[in-house]
Nanobody, 126 residues
Framework: QVQLVESGGGLVQAGGSLRLSCAAS????????VGWFRQAPGKEREFVAG????????AYADSVKGRFTISRDNAKSWAYLQMNSLKSEDTAVYYC???????????????????WGQGTQVTVSS
């Protein structure tokens, strides 16, 4: 079992920044990739960013490339999503997730992820 708890969401003006954090517990953190997904009202959950188990490989959705940065601290069992230049279309509930099957790669498919956090709301006002 893995427990994932997101934090750092909130209300921010367009152009601002937020840093989301994901605290992991339960199994060795360096054994799985971590992904960030988001879901806006009335829309499907979508991939935002992912990082492999040792932090050596990352992937981003085209919509956030150059604005968001994913990172992880395996010693502390934390993952992060730094979000800059936020836009109103970034408004969503953001989830972190754990993928034990990725090896040293990163999956962009939600179905590949085994455990999910409860989500944190990000609201960007224009």
């Amino acid at each position: 079992q893995v427990q994932l708890v997101e934090s750092g969401g909130g209300l921010v003006q367009a152009g601002g920044s937020l840093r989301l954090s994901c605290a992991a517990s339960g199994r060795t953190f360096s054994n799985y990739a971590v992904g960030w997904f988001r879901q806006a009202p009335g829309k499907e959950r979508e991939f935002v960013a992912g990082i492999n188990r040792n932090g050596g490989r990352t992937a981003y959705a085209d919509s956030v490339k150059g604005r968001f940065t994913i990172s992880r601290d395996n010693a502390k069992s934390w993952a992060y999503l730094q979000m800059n230049s936020l836009k109103s279309e970034d408004t969503a509930v953001y989830y972190c997730a754990a993928d034990f099957r990725a090896g040293f790669s990163v999956s962009v498919e939600a179905a590949e992820y085994d455990y999910w956090g409860q989500g944190t709301q990000v609201t960007v006002s224009s």
